[in-house]
């Protein structure tokens, strides 16, 4: 029994012809289907391809729903790739004071920014955060997103730390939503530990790292590398450690200042380096070292009024790129991914194609999950949406308002403009 037949539909399926992220001009091919549809079984892609040769294959079979889009362009569902959406409470005081000329690491070194919401997680209970993190994934599904990576690192102890990535835990096996969770301890330095950071990188080390790795808590480890955060050094020993314990390593790199963040990726298996704002050349060619996906954030640039992340030079390179809200209550609180994809393209130079392969198959490949989703292909997960549009080209040109008609995830609708379409 089939559950799903959608027809009619201008689909672009982004073909993950290579099992790996897209690099170079390969990421301007998104596969395009005319008049097209795709069979659901079971919240996995049975067949897609033309309407005309899916209809007549499957002409007889017991069919439980057919939606006609009628010409609406389907995209793979968006993937999320860098977020810390494990939070209660906002900071539109800090956003104030950042347009008043203090800077994002004033704020935080006078015990605001990441600090001030790890207060608020601390106090919150698991209930408290399973309930923001739910009405966050109605927005992610609002927006088109349809799976997510969630880092820690609002806790900063061992705890709290433990709490956040238990409230992406149970939100995944409630089947609410589906949450690619990274342990990320070194987010910042707890005030306890101002003056023995030391000490606190001990406890993440020998105790956070074997709890959540033991508990399956986490698939990645990611830190902040950053002037007065993080160093290299201390970096390398955290993700290390991590990678020990089967973690895979993600770094916050070059956001604020080059220190040298971004050259581990090619001595440590990183998967991605992240903002890379002020990435160098000798960064990018550690990127490509080290196999590792560029995941660039410019809502944080926009929102912080940072300079836009070296696109266009780490593509040349042959670096693949991905694309991430960083969704958090800081430097970037939006869940918009079609807001993220219009600023790739008019701010960071991606062409509108790039832009829509680094928003889900690569950005799929940047949270290890480029077998399952990214791509509308036979066998991988039915996560897709239906844009109000016949084109793709409507999300970065008509910016600022909601381009989704439809979300669909493992095969089920999830938001939708109209209640009944076909
Ligand atoms: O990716 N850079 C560090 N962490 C986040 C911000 C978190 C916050 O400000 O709450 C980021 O920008
Ligand atoms: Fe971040």
Same mark, same amino acid.
């Given at each position: 029994?089939?559950?799903?037949?959608?027809?009619?539909?201008?689909?672009?399926?982004?073909?993950?012809?290579?099992?790996?992220?897209?690099?170079?001009?390969?990421?301007?091919?998104?596969?395009?289907?005319?008049?097209?549809?795709?069979?659901?079984?079971?919240?996995?892609?049975?067949?897609?391809?033309?309407?005309?040769?899916?209809?007549?294959?499957?002409?007889?079979?017991?069919?439980?729903?057919?939606?006609?889009?009628?010409?609406?362009?389907?995209?793979?569902?968006?993937?999320?790739?860098?977020?810390?959406?494990?939070?209660?409470?906002?900071?539109?005081?800090?956003?104030?004071?950042?347009?008043?000329?203090?800077?994002?690491?004033?704020?935080?070194?006078?015990?605001?920014?990441?600090?001030?919401?790890?207060?608020?997680?601390?106090?919150?209970?698991?209930?408290?955060?399973?309930?923001?993190?739910?009405?966050?994934?109605?927005?992610?599904?609002?927006?088109?997103?349809?799976?997510?990576?969630?880092?820690?690192?609002?806790?900063?102890?061992?705890?709290?730390?433990?709490?956040?990535?238990?409230?992406?835990?149970?939100?995944?096996?409630?089947?609410?939503?589906?949450?690619?969770?990274?342990?990320?301890?070194?987010?910042?330095?707890?005030?306890?530990?101002?003056?023995?950071?030391?000490?606190?990188?001990?406890?993440?080390?020998?105790?956070?790292?074997?709890?959540?790795?033991?508990?399956?808590?986490?698939?990645?480890?990611?830190?902040?590398?950053?002037?007065?955060?993080?160093?290299?050094?201390?970096?390398?020993?955290?993700?290390?450690?991590?990678?020990?314990?089967?973690?895979?390593?993600?770094?916050?790199?070059?956001?604020?200042?080059?220190?040298?963040?971004?050259?581990?990726?090619?001595?440590?298996?990183?998967?991605?380096?992240?903002? +890379?704002?002020?990435?160098?050349?000798?960064?990018?060619?550690?990127?490509?070292?080290?196999?590792?996906?560029?995941? +660039?954030?410019?809502?944080?640039?926009?929102?912080?009024?940072?300079?836009?992340?070296?696109?266009?030079?780490?593509?040349?390179?042959?670096?693949?790129?991905?694309?991430?809200?960083?969704?958090?209550?800081?430097?970037?609180?939006?869940?918009?991914?079609?807001?993220?994809?219009?600023?790739?393209? +008019?701010?960071?130079?991606?062409?509108?194609?790039?832009?829509?392969?680094?928003?889900?198959?690569?950005?799929?490949?940047?949270?290890?999950?480029?077998?399952?989703?990214?791509?509308?292909?036979?066998?991988?997960?039915?996560?897709?949406?239906?844009?109000?549009?016949?084109?793709?080209?409507?999300?970065?040109?008509?910016?600022?308002?909601?381009?989704?008609?439809?979300?669909?995830?493992?095969?089920?609708?999830?938001?939708?403009?109209?209640?009944?379409?076909?």
């Amino acid at each position: 029994m089939i559950d799903l037949i959608v027809k009619n539909a201008n689909i672009f399926t982004v073909s993950d012809i290579y099992k790996r992220a897209k690099i170079g001009p390969e990421a301007q091919d998104l596969s395009f289907i005319k008049r097209g549809a795709i069979v659901v079984k079971d919240g996995i892609i049975l067949d897609i391809g033309p309407q005309d040769e899916i209809l007549k294959r499957y002409e007889g079979e017991e069919i439980k729903e057919v939606l006609d889009v009628e010409g609406r362009a389907i995209l793979p569902g968006f993937v999320d790739p860098h977020t810390h959406a494990i939070f209660v409470g906002t900071r539109e005081k800090e956003f104030k004071m950042r347009l008043e000329g203090r800077s994002y690491l004033e704020i935080l070194n006078a015990g605001g920014g990441i600090l001030s919401t790890t207060q608020r997680v601390r106090d919150a209970s698991l209930e408290d955060l399973v309930d923001a993190l739910k009405e966050r994934i109605d927005i992610f599904y609002e927006w088109g997103t349809t799976t997510f990576e969630a880092k820690s690192g609002y806790g900063l102890s061992y705890d709290a730390e433990i709490k956040q990535l238990k409230a992406a835990k149970v939100v995944n096996e409630e089947g609410y939503g589906e949450i690619v969770p990274t342990f990320l301890g070194a987010h910042a330095i707890p005030v306890e530990y101002k003056e023995d950071k030391e000490a606190y990188i001990n406890i993440v080390i020998n105790e956070m790292i074997p709890y959540i790795a033991e508990n399956n808590l986490a698939r990645f480890i990611d830190v902040f590398c950053e002037v007065g955060v993080y160093t290299p050094d201390e970096t390398y020993r955290i993700l290390d450690a991590g990678i020990k314990h089967g973690l895979r390593a993600k770094i916050h790199a070059d956001e604020i200042e080059a220190i040298g963040c971004t050259e581990l990726a090619a001595k440590l298996d990183v998967v991605s380096c992240d903002h +890379l704002l002020k990435i160098t050349p000798s960064g990018i060619s550690a990127l490509k070292k080290g196999n590792t996906i560029a995941v +660039l954030l410019p809502g944080t640039a926009f929102s912080l009024r940072e300079e836009r992340a070296p696109a266009r030079k780490i593509i040349d390179e042959g670096v693949p790129i991905a694309i991430s809200t960083d969704c958090n209550p800081g430097s970037s609180y939006t869940e918009s991914m079609p807001f993220i994809i219009t600023l790739s393209v +008019l701010e960071m130079g991606l062409l509108p194609e790039e832009a829509i392969t680094a928003a889900t198959l690569n950005a799929a490949y940047a949270i290890g999950m480029g077998n399952k989703i990214g791509s509308l292909d036979k066998g991988k997960q039915a996560d897709f949406i239906v844009l109000k549009e016949d084109s793709y080209l409507f999300i970065p040109y008509h910016y600022g308002v909601n381009p989704i008609f439809a979300t669909y995830k493992k095969g089920k609708r999830v938001k939708s403009v109209a209640t009944t379409i076909n």
